[in-house]
C-alpha cells in the first residue's frame, strides 16, 4: 500500500500490530520430532562405528604385538652338526661333505642367510638310511613363503616333490612341512621347517615321511638353539 493511501488515523497510530496466537510459529515443514529422531539414529550409526572401527584396530595392534614378540623371539637363532644326534652318527668322509657342501650351496643362493650349514648323518644300524641336513640362519618375515620357495627349489633338483603336507613342528614352533620325492639312490621323504630366525630341510633316504617327520622334529630339537 502506498503513502497515498494510508488514512489519517494510521498515520497517526502507525500500522496495526501482529497479533501472536498460541499455537507456535513454525518456520519451516520440517517436524522438530523426526529431526530428533533422525540425529538419535545418526548418532547410533556413528557409536556403532566408533565402536567397531575401536574394535578392529584393537585386534589389529594385538596381532601385530603377536607377530613381534614371535619375531624378537625366535629372530637370535644358531644352528650347531652335533657328532651324535637322534641315534645317528655324522658322516665326515669326503663324499658325503662333498655331497653336504653342494645342497648347502643350492640352499644358500636361494635364500640370503647370515650363516648355512650342511652334513650328512649315518644310521649305523642302516647305511642305506643315511640324513642328509642342511640349514641356515637369518631374519625371516614369512617363514612359510621361503620354506614354500625352498621345496619349489628341491623340485627342480630332484625332478618332483609330491604330497607336502604341514606337519607338527615341535617345541620351537614356526612351520614344518614334508613331503617325498625320488633320487638316484631311491626313495626320500624331505622334510623343512621355517621360523623367524631359521630354515632348513633334511632329505631322509629310505623313510616313510610319517617317520622321518618324527626324526626332523628329533634333529632340531638338538641343532637347533635360541637365545
Not at 36 to 59: E, N
Not at 139 to 168: H, K, N, Y
Request: one cysteine or more; aromatic letters at 6%; a negative charge.
Amino acid at each position: 500500500m502506498s503513502d497515498a493511501h494510508l488514512t489519517e488515523r494510521q498515520l497517526i497510530e502507525g500500522p496495526e500490530p501482529v497479533e501472536l496466537t498460541e499455537e507456535p510459529i513454525r518456520l519451516s515443514n520440517h517436524d522438530p520430532e523426526q529431526s530428533t529422531q533422525a540425529q538419535g539414529r545418526v548418532s547410533r550409526r556413528r557409536r556403532i562405528a566408533l565402536t567397531v572401527a575401536l574394535v578392529v584396530g584393537l585386534a589389529g595392534a594385538a596381532a601385530l604385538g603377536t607377530a613381534g614378540w614371535r619375531v624378537a623371539r625366535e629372530k637370535d637363532t644358531r644352528l650347531g652338526t652335533p657328532d651324535q644326534v637322534a641315534g645317528l652318527t655324522r658322516d665326515d668322509s669326503d663324499r658325503a661333505r662333498s655331497t653336504a657342501d653342494y645342497l648347502r650351496s643350492g640352499f644358500a643362493a636361494d635364500i640370503e642367510l647370515d650363516r648355512s650349514i650342511g652334513t650328512v648323518y649315518r644310521d649305523p644300524a642302516d647305511e642305506k638310511r643315511a640324513v642328509l641336513f642342511f640349514g641356515g640362519t637369518t631374519l625371516l618375515w614369512q617363514p612359510e613363503r621361503d620354506l614354500d620357495s625352498l621345496f619349489r627349489l628341491m623340485a627342480d633338483e630332484t625332478g618332483r616333490v609330491t604330497d607336502v603336507r604341514a606337519v607338527p613342528a615341535g617345541r620351537y614352533g614356526g612351520v614344518m612341512k614334508c613331503g617325498k620325492t625320488i633320487g638316484d639312490g631311491g626313495d626320500f621323504a624331505i622334510c623343512g621347517w621355517a621360523d623367524h630366525g631359521s630354515v632348513a630341510m633334511g632329505m631322509f633316504a629310505n623313510r616313510p615321511v610319517d617317520e622321518s617327520a618324527g626324526l626332523f622334529r628329533q634333529l632340531r630339537d638338538v641343532v637347533q638353539t635360541r637365545g
